[in-house]
């Protein structure tokens, strides 16, 4: 089968509409979004009703650009690469907003059908973070952070990604449960079919599926692409500041 050639940056186009596209997806299931995505879906519930401006997707950037913070403080060095991971967080956040709009009122009233959209928002997002894999573009914050802290500390990259996931999981539920202040009202009765606050049992069924997924969607991706840049000039320019 013949591949796409020079594929990188359509890759890396690719990865931010689909990554976008699933959590939107993922979001109106109504049964809980990624551990990754869910510290912005319950900052926003709370910020909107102080200020429009603060929708999930300024919010999604405006956290990326706290934990860019606490990256640079923790590996004690800048870069100015770093500012273009910022830089793809503000277009995915944006992205992000324009899916939801798109979306609009839609809803999966029926439980099955939350289910099955949920899988499908989950593959989407799989498929976007495999095609960030195969770019040399930026990427967003989350990445640059897990890839950053394994460089720096000589640490194996999976086992700070595990321990990064399993830290925004904790942080989402703490917001989850404090932020609203309405934590007498969880049910645990109905934590299969609701989420509470973007928490749920989609956030845990995601966090199962996700490793393998986006495994099995970059074998998909490398049959029909070829990961190969069409910009030798740019990946040269952004390949010599990683150094």
């Known amino acids: 089968m013949k591949k796409i050639k020079n594929a990188s940056e359509l890759l890396w186009v690719l990865g931010i509409v689909f990554v976008a596209l699933g959590v939107t997806i993922c979001s109106k299931t109504n049964l809980g979004v990624s551990m990754i995505a869910a510290p912005a879906f319950v900052v926003a519930e709370v910020a909107t009703e102080l200020n429009a401006f603060f929708n999930v997707g300024v919010t999604e950037y405006i956290i990326q650009g706290f934990v860019l913070i606490i ?3 923790i590996v004690g060095r800048f870069n100015w690469r770093y500012l273009l991971a910022f830089a793809v967080a503000v277009l995915y956040g944006y992205t992000l907003n324009l899916f939801i709009w798109l979306f609009g009122s839609i809803e999966f009233n029926a439980v099955w059908l939350r289910y099955l959209m949920l899988i ?28 950053e802290i394994a460089d720096r500390f000589k640490i194996s990259i999976t086992r700070v990604k595990s321990v990064f996931d399993i830290t925004l999981l904790i942080i989402s539920v703490l917001l989850a449960f404090t932020l609203s202040g309405d934590a007498a009202e969880f049910d645990w009765s109905t934590i299969w079919y609701s989420s509470f606050h973007s928490i749920g049992i989609g956030t845990l069924i995601t966090t199962a599926i996700n490793s393998p997924t986006i495994a099995f969607m970059g074998k998909m991706i490398d049959r029909f692409f070829e990961a190969t840049p069409r910009f030798l000039k740019l990946e040269q320019i952004l390949k010599r500041n990683q150094a």
Not at 120 to 144: H, I, K, N, S
């Open 120 to 147: 499908v928002g989950d593959v989407l997002v799989a498929f976007g973070v495999a095609c960030f894999f195969r770019t040399y573009m930026p990427l967003q914050v989350y990445e640059l952070f897990v890839a």
């Open 71 to 73: 990256m640079c403080i």
